[in-house]
């Protein structure tokens, strides 16, 4: 979507190795969302930020870390600890606890 | 917590048929109640929103209903076309949490 940036757009690595997934956006929002999407299912939160420096769990935090240096980026690292890492991640932003915009995503294939 | 259920998990309408998509939520704490349009290779777009003061609202082909004291909410699109075809999500939020809860959503596809 236009002012959210999400990259790589396919993403492939081997099992065991640590992994970042980009998300860079210039709309000025505070809020910042990670969602996980398995085929056939809803979005799962991962992790949430509302604000810069400050950044949350959510339902399937496990096996993820990231950080919120600045307002305009929100990387997603998907380490080895994640049992079932191939997944599209959906990078978005919002305010509220809702999110308003998404990226396009990125797919994660790790064999 | 809050679930959201979604029905049905597929839909195949003819063009120019309506179609409705409903869902079901369990918080009755819950008072904002968007829709997302997700296309094949895209993120979920937010097509539309009601919140819990209101009983419906409309935009052009597209409206949603709400019905708080049955926890039913659903997302009506009119004279359907090719281009609507895609993924939609419902979803609930209140005010006792502060993060949206997803329904497992629904693969619309209109037939030519």
């Known amino acids: 979507d236009g002012g959210i940036t999400q990259s790589p757009k396919y993403l492939f690595r081997k099992e065991g190795q640590n992994v970042t997934l980009s998300c860079e956006q210039n709309?000025?929002?505070?809020?910042m969302y990670w969602y996980r999407q398995d085929p056939g299912q809803g979005l799962r939160l991962i992790y949430y930020s509302q604000i810069v420096n400050d950044f949350q769990k959510g339902d399937i935090a496990e096996g993820y870390s990231v950080s919120r240096e600045k307002k305009e980026s929100f990387p997603l690292t998907v380490t080895s600890a994640q049992k079932n890492p191939t997944a599209f991640y959906l990078c978005?932003?919002?305010?509220?606890?809702?999110?308003?915009?998404f990226g396009n995503g990125t797919r994660l294939t790790v064999t | 917590g809050e679930n959201v259920e979604q029905h049905p998990s597929t839909l195949s309408v003819q063009e120019g048929d309506s179609a409705v998509i409903k869902c079901t939520y369990s918080d009755s704490a819950s008072n904002y109640f968007p829709w997302y349009k997700q296309e094949l290779g895209k993120g979920p777009q937010l097509i539309i929103d009601i919140r819990s003061n209101v009983g419906e609202k409309k935009d052009q082909r597209i409206a949603v209903t709400l019905n708080k004291t049955a926890k039913h909410f659903s997302l009506h699109i009119t004279e359907t076309q090719p281009e609507d075809s895609a993924v939609y999500f419902c979803a609930a939020k209140g005010t006792s949490y502060d993060k949206v809860i997803f329904g497992p959503g629904t693969s619309l596809s209109v037939i030519p």
């Open positions: 709309l000025n929002h505070d809020a």
């Open positions: 978005a932003i919002g305010t509220g606890g809702s999110p308003l915009h």
